[in-house]
């Protein structure tokens, strides 16, 4: 197989930048980490109603879809999608159906982790 | 000695004992690890390319993110996630590791309350704003799609 390494070092700095204004965002306001999620994600559903996002996609790939940006602009995306093919259905359908796989994934892992293994966070402070 | 000046003492002696956030450096940890994150997804979304060829770009990419989620919830039950996350601050949670994160650490930490009150329950006591910004704002990107 081949990899292109250009992808890897546009994925690198894009991804990279985001996470660097995040940071910014958390040094200058002390936003908590529920209010940055949500602020990232507002970003990737906005970006992708007014259409710029799979340009962004595009370029910068997995800088642009492993941000939760594009957690975001799939959920808008899936719903869009749906309006496209079943109208007002769609709409309420799309949206979680595009980002199923990811949140099961989470949930079912969060759930067998949190069985098997207790927290660590005390040893840490 | 009033209280005013017993003040500026107080916050002079603060501003001496708080450590300086380094900023640059702390900038410098995000950049670099959330960008090694994203790199890490697009390794996985070029395998799978090459291992399952039929997949569209859509499902390549679910495939993808739900690897990096599962791999940060073993790390994050692993206690491993906690030192990245101490490491690169928002490098870590800009990401989908992020959401990840924050959705095994409760689940994890309320454990001791039982699994339906504890884990059931906490789960998404972090996480659960993003789901809900995510469907509304879905629902309303759809909505303004199709009066459009």
């Known amino acids: ?125 | 000695m009033d209280s005013e000046k017993r003040n500026q003492n107080y916050n002079t002696y603060v501003e001496a004992k708080v450590p300086k956030t380094k900023f640059w450096q702390a900038l410098l940890k995000a950049f670099v690890v959330g960008g090694l994150i994203c790199c890490v997804g697009q390794l996985f979304y070029d395998l799978y390319a090459y291992w399952f060829p039929t997949l569209s770009e859509a499902q390549l990419g679910s495939a993808m993110l739900s690897t990096i989620i599962a791999i940060t919830a073993i790390l994050t039950g692993l206690g491993i996630f906690d030192w990245i996350g101490a490491f690169a601050g928002a490098g870590s949670v800009i990401p989908i590791t992020g959401f990840a994160n924050s959705i095994v650490s409760p689940s994890m930490e309320f454990k001791k309350e039982g699994i339906i009150f504890g884990i059931c329950v906490k789960m998404f006591s972090i996480a659960g704003p993003v789901i809900v910004c995510g469907v509304v704002g879905s629902v309303l990107a759809g909505l303004i799609y199709l009066i459009i």
């Open chain 1, 1 to 125: 197989m081949e990899l292109n390494i250009l992808d890897y070092l546009v994925s690198f700095v894009v991804g990279g930048l985001i996470c660097a204004l995040g940071q910014i965002l958390v040094v200058r306001t002390n936003i908590t980490t529920a209010r940055i999620l949500v602020l990232f994600l507002t970003i990737g559903i906005i970006l992708q109603t007014i259409g710029v996002y799979p340009y962004f996609k595009d370029f910068a790939k997995a800088g642009a879809s492993v941000p939760i940006i594009g957690f975001g602009a799939s959920l808008a995306k899936g719903a869009i999608d749906g309006a496209k093919t079943s109208g007002i259905l769609g709409v309420f359908q799309g949206g979680l159906e595009a980002t199923a796989g990811g949140i099961a994934t989470a949930i079912f892992f969060a759930f067998i982790i949190a069985l098997i293994f207790n927290s660590k966070t005390k040893h840490l402070k």
